[in-house]
């Protein structure tokens, strides 16, 4: 006798984790920091986005083989090496935050380099070439003047908003001749002129080049660094002792130990990762013909049945699915 049967599946993974709704999904292949990327897209939404200790917490597993764990935070160098990109890790101006996408730039070169992963503050050089340096370090510095609604009040704010005082055309470079940090010597400009100083042209940097007589200076360029795979800002962090470093100049990639600590690395090793949303569910479908002498409506059958088909499933390394199956239309030789 025939039977035709209507089998459906739901593929959950393959092979990597229940059909759950966990958050977070721990995957135990390894992989670069990319192609972890790509996999979490693929079957969930994205690498894993952990803001806050309740996220950690809920992202927690005991099932973590190796050292490493990729999670979804990086330092993508496209965003400010070379050029001025359009990304939250890229530079901005203090005076306005906005980010400066294709604008002039004038690098000393091998510069940016996220030296030690501390350098996100910008600084010219007598020659009129710029350096990203540690914000903390004392230079002096040139703030500019124009005559708007500025001086700004309060501290340099890191936020990337729409400026409230949109600067005008008409300016002037002042040069402090005080060393100050970074963050200092925007409060400073911003209590008695407008803000540090902005270098859109040529011209710009040949007068500060004039004004600042043979000293290094602070200018208004900076930027927050580290960005999630979905494009989110980094606010919470759980950074290791001594970590990020950005060793050899070539971590900007970020993964957790097991005390879910995080480390940047080269994007480029490999290392299991965690996900992290829903699972995207793979539904099959299929028409089977079963010649049977057996009435597949009895529960023994159907039973029977059902554990050949998984291990039919088994035996091509499809772990994790349910099965269901209908006899949809029986036909009498
Ligand atoms: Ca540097």
């Known amino acids: 006798m025939d039977y035709r049967v209507l089998v459906g599946f739901l593929l959950c993974g393959l092979g990597l984790t229940s059909c759950s709704h966990r958050q977070y999904h721990y995957v135990n292949l390894t992989r670069s920091w990319l192609d972890a990327q790509h996999y979490c897209r693929l079957k969930y939404t994205d690498l894993a986005i952990l803001q806050s200790s309740e996220d950690l917490a809920a992202a927690k597993t005991d099932e973590i083989s190796g050292s490493y764990v990729w999670i979804g935070l990086r330092d993508d160098p496209v965003s400010w090496r070379e050029t001025m990109g359009n ?5 901005v101006w203090s005076a306005t935050l906005i980010i400066n996408g294709g604008g002039y730039e004038n690098w000393r070169s091998d510069e940016p380099d996220f030296q030690g992963a501390l350098e996100t503050c910008v600084m010219m050089f007598p020659d009129g070439t710029w350096a990203d340096q540690n914000c903390n370090l004392k230079y002096t510095f040139i703030c500019y003047i124009e005559d708007s609604s500025y001086p700004v009040e309060g501290e340099p704010s890191f936020e990337y908003e729409a400026p409230s005082n949109p600067p005008g055309q008409s300016k002037s470079y002042i040069w402090i001749n005080q060393t100050a940090t970074w963050k200092e010597a925007v409060s400073y400009c911003r209590r008695n002129y407008t803000d540090l100083a902005m270098i859109h042209t040529i011209e710009d940097k040949e007068e500060i080049v004039l ?35 950005n060793a050899q100049g070539k971590q900007s990639c970020v ?32 028409h089977m013909t079963i010649h049977t002498d057996l009435d597949p409506s009895d529960l023994a059958v159907h039973v029977q049945i059902t554990q050949q088909l998984e291990t039919l499933l088994r035996n091509q390394s499809i772990t994790d699915f349910k099965l269901g199956w209908n006899v949809s239309e029986i036909k009498q030789p």
């Open 87 to 91: 990304n939250y890790n890229s530079w």
């Open 211 to 245: 004004v600042a007589l043979q000293s290094p200076v602070w200018f208004g360029l900076f930027r927050k660094p580290w960005t999630w795979s979905n494009g989110k800002s980094v606010g919470f962090t759980n950074w290791r002792s001594n970590q990020p470093d």
């Open 255 to 286: 993964n957790e130990d097991e005390t879910q600590k995080w480390s940047d690395a080269d994007c480029s090793l490999e290392y299991t990762f965690l996900c992290h949303g829903a699972l995207k569910v793979i539904k099959r479908f299929i």
